[in-house]
Antibody, heavy 120, light 110 residues
Framework: QVQLQESGPGLVKPSETLSLTCAVS?????????WGWIRQPPGKGLEWIGS???????YYNPSLKSRVTISVDTSKNQFSLKLSSVTAADTAVYYC?????????????WGQGTLVTVSS | QSALTQPASVSGSPGQSITISCTGTSSDVGGYNYVSWYQQHPGKAPKLMIYDVSNRPSGVSNRFSGSKSGNTASLTISGLQAEDEADYYC??????????FGGGTKLTVL
């Protein structure tokens, strides 16, 4: 059974960089699939942040592209998110997920989510 | 404002059928068969219910079905059950290689 677990600071100061890691168990990232990050501000809807192929190719939401970096570490079977210059608008529950084998348009496995608050 | 438009809420009685719409444009919903639907209970992660317009992942009840006509996709839940009460989100791949979501629909089982 594929399982994903997000980890990282729950509080980030404005203008700093948000960093999260998603540890994957039950499946080897290097074997395939797309992997991604989706967020949900409190009480609001879902927003796709970006995705990465197991080979390292990345795809980002145009509205966040200038601030987002997603990377993969196959040796640790995990992938990471960095979001720079954060503001209060970046406060959200951040989910990591496994997409499909041939695309990132849907996500079949999700982590439990981690709340990141941007505040001084 | 979300890229895809969903009704804010829908309701139905146990045993009934309901349909949730998801309206986009020819650059997303209408242009690709890459529409998916998610169910989200309070405090929980979303669960994939439908992918590629009408495909159900293994383990999802066949009471859930998806379809698309033009720029509007739909999720139908038949034989409504109390456990179906949740928020539902649609999403679509776009011509900009982006993924966009709808604003979500709260389903109330009366």
């Amino acid at each position: 059974q594929v399982q994903l677990q997000e980890s990282g600071p729950g509080l980030v100061k404005p203008s700093e960089t948000l960093s999260l890691t998603c540890a994957v168990s039950g499946y080897s990232i290097s074997s395939g699939y797309y992997w991604g990050w989706i967020r949900q501000p409190p009480g609001k809807g879902l927003e796709w942040i970006g995705s990465i192929y197991h080979s390292g190719s990345t795809y980002y939401n145009p509205s966040l592209k200038s601030r987002v970096t997603i990377s993969v570490d196959t040796s640790k079977n995990q992938f990471s998110l960095k979001l720079s210059s954060v503001t209060a608008a970046d406060t959200a529950v951040y989910y990591c997920a496994r997409h499909g084998y041939s695309g990132y348009d849907w996500a079949g496995y999700w982590g439990q989510g981690t709340l990141v608050t941007v505040s001084s | 404002q979300s890229a895809l438009t969903q009704p804010a809420s829908v309701s139905g009685s146990p045993g009934q059928s309901i349909t949730i719409s998801c309206t986009g444009t020819s650059s997303d919903v209408g242009g690709y068969n890459y529409v998916s639907w998610y169910q989200q209970h309070p405090g929980k992660a979303p669960k994939l219910m439908i992918y590629d317009v009408s495909n159900r992942p293994s383990g999802v009840s066949n009471r859930f079905s998806g379809s698309k006509s033009g720029n509007t996709a739909s999720l139908t839940i038949s034989g409504l059950q109390a456990e179906d009460e949740a928020d539902y989100y649609c999403s679509s791949y776009t011509s900009s290689s982006n993924v966009v979501f709808g604003g979500g629909t709260k389903l109330t089982v009366l």
